[in-house]
């Protein structure tokens, strides 16, 4: 295995240590397991081992789940749940922001690689994160400056991510990132410029410095600390686009 070639996958230096650590870990076990990654990021390394004849198999927590753990081993395997090290986590409490169970959670844990999707509801909030992590987690008692009760659970209350966003419908004159991102969220143009002369616009988890790139059905578009959209369906009218959506706010 060479380590230099597969490290030359990733471009920034973040992204070269987190593969580089991964990298170091592997070989010293039969199977090894990643933390949390990005679907951007878990195809690279996918494709990185699969060449060197790895056997990769993802999984979030959920089928729906975004933030993926790694299975990495040099046997293929069948799919077990129960060895994945993810475990689920229930913060009772209503009136939760998404923002906030992250910080309180990155903030306990020291940064956000031991976790994965996070799914606000109505009356609680429900969060993956490595098992190893979990007992951590659970003694948060406080977030967004309301009391919560955290603990391991073996259920989460929904069927998929359609329940926990907002179905939205709106038409744009062009299928362009910004045109999505400005109807969506109720920006204005200078607004959503903004957000992406600042880099923080992503479109299919990759950085979107280009506010005339084109979507496509079941694009998804991610703002830093505003949100997230899932494109569902794209129609084409006479002058305009018919877009539906899945908006989840931060």
């Known amino acids: 295995m060479n ?19 991964l990298l170091d870990v592997i070989g010293r076990r039969d199977v090894v397991f990643s933390d949390f ?3 951007h990021r878990a195809e690279i390394i996918e494709a990185a081992l699969v060449r060197e004849g790895f056997f990769i198999f993802k999984w979030g927590g959920l ?12 046997l293929e395997l069948p799919f ?6 993810i475990t689920r986590i229930k913060i009772n409490r209503r009136g939760l922001a998404h923002k906030d169970v992250l910080g309180a959670f990155s903030s306990a844990l020291g940064g956000r690689d031991k976790i994965g999707d996070i799914i606000v509801l109505e009356d609680s909030a429900f ?6 992590a979990a007992e951590t987690v659970c003694q948060i008692t406080e977030i967004g400056r309301l009391a919560v009760f955290c603990e391991k659970t073996d259920f ?7 329940k926990c966003g907002e179905q939205l419908s709106f038409r744009i004159s062009s299928l ?37 790139r084109p979507i496509n ?11 997230k959209i899932k494109i569902t369906e794209i129609n084409t009218g006479k002058n305009s686009f018919y877009i539906k959506c899945v908006v989840f706010k931060n």
């Open 3 to 21: 380590r230099q070639n597969l490290l030359k996958a990733f471009q920034t230096k973040d992204d070269k240590l987190m593969f580089a650590r």
């Open 37 to 39: 990654i990005d679907p």
């Open 63 to 74: 089928p729906v789940a975004e933030r993926v753990v790694l299975r990495i081993s040099e």
């Open 80 to 85: 077990d749940e129960e060895n994945f090290p």
């Open 127 to 132: 969060a993956l994160v490595k098992t190893e």
């Open 156 to 162: 989460i209350s929904f069927d998929s991510e359609i």
């Open 176 to 212: 362009r990132a910004d045109c999505a991102v400005a109807s969506a969220f109720a920006l204005s143009r200078s607004q959503t410029t903004e957000l992406f002369r600042k880099g923080r616009v992503f479109l299919n988890w990759h950085q979107a410095q280009d506010l005339s």
């Open 217 to 227: 059905q079941n694009d998804s578009i991610s703002i830093r600390g505003i949100g």
